[in-house]
């Protein structure tokens, strides 16, 4: 596997939590977390990763199964689960797939190919469920459509592109609910706009036995536009007075407990998207009720 997917797929377990299906679920998971005995650490789980990767790049002992109509070359274990990489090929010793394995569980990036050799599809896995961007290529090999997983639950962007460019763009909450909508003409250049950028959940919690404020907050990102999120505190519900918080770009979702406002304030989530194709400069201030 390049070094590149590689970082790229231990770059994306950094931001991701484990799995819930709908907020609600999200929120009764964080409560639990603290008296779970036996999680993983990160350091652990990084370890793990690693090790999944490293063994692409180590001899092994592979051999070659049929299993179904195809033939599998991996690394066999004695109750015949797969360990590290493994290449599924047809009749014909075709490639159709290029899979990787921990302890069993498909765990990395996942590939189907075209008969041609060309990558049809991109999965990203970890532990058996998908996790990440699932990209379907067209038989030219340019890239057609792409959508989310988290935990094998479809949600957050799904891009249609058009010759390379987008086409549309969508992206859905835990619940499965259209929260915006971006529509491309054949340039690439954003035509249509539905829906909100900005939209959050905001909870009372205590740590260390002081009140703190959860902020949970949706984060598109649409192909196209130079979208920037910031927290921010804002005076009497009318000015900001500065940001305190810049959002990392790329993610899904973003979580975040903060401190109580100081008297007289409240936090803000302040947008700005930029677009100097489609002549898009907007900036969007939402303050955050407690």
């Known amino acids: 596997m ?61 051999e070659r199964r049929k299993i179904n109509d195809l033939w599998v070359e991996a690394e066999f274990r ?74 094998s ?4 962007p799904i891009v249609q592109y058009r010759n390379k460019m987008p ?7 835990f619940e499965g609910e259209s929260l915006l909508y971006v529509e491309y003409d054949s340039l ?3 035509s249509k706009r539905e829906g909100e950028f900005i939209t959050m959940h905001v909870s009372d919690v205590q740590k260390n036995e002081e009140k703190k404020t959860m902020l949970f907050l949706y984060t598109p990102f649409p192909p196209g536009l130079n979208v920037s999120y910031k927290v921010g505190l804002m005076k009497d519900g009318k000015n900001v007075e500065k940001t305190i918080l810049d959002i990392p770009n790329g993610q899904v979702f973003f979580e975040q407990i903060l401190d109580m406002p ?17 002549a898009i400069n907007q900036l969007i201030v939402k303050e955050i009720i407690l």
Not at 25 to 43: A, D, I, T, V, Y
Not at 120 to 147: M, N, P
Not at 167 to 173: D, G, V
Request: hydrophobic share 30%; with cysteine.
């Open 167 to 173: 086409k549309a763009y969508y992206f859905t909450n």
């Open 188 to 190: 690439g250049k954003v």
């Open 2 to 62: 390049e070094v590149s997917k590689s970082l790229s797929w231990l770059r994306l377990l950094l931001l991701v939590q484990p799995p819930h299906k709908s907020y609600a679920e999200h929120q009764q998971w964080r409560k639990k977390r603290k008296n779970k005995q036996g999680m993983k650490s990160l350091p652990a789980i990084l370890l793990m990763i690693f090790f999944v990767f490293g063994c692409t790049n180590t001899k092994s002992d592979k």
């Open 262 to 278: 100081p008297k007289g304030r409240n936090y803000c989530i302040v947008l700005h998207i930029q677009d100097s194709v489609s």
């Open 78 to 151: 004695k109750d015949s689960s797969i360990h590290g990489e493994a290449n599924f090929y047809d009749e014909r010793n075709k490639l159709v797939y290029k899979r990787n394995y921990y302890d069993g569980k498909e765990s990395g990036i996942s590939y189907s190919f075209c008969p041609d050799g060309k990558i049809h599809e991109e999965t990203a896995f970890y532990l058996g469920s998908k996790l990440g961007y699932h990209t379907v290529y067209d038989s030219s090999g340019i890239i057609d459509y792409r959508d989310y997983f988290f935990y």
């Open 153 to 156: 639950k479809q949600m957050g």
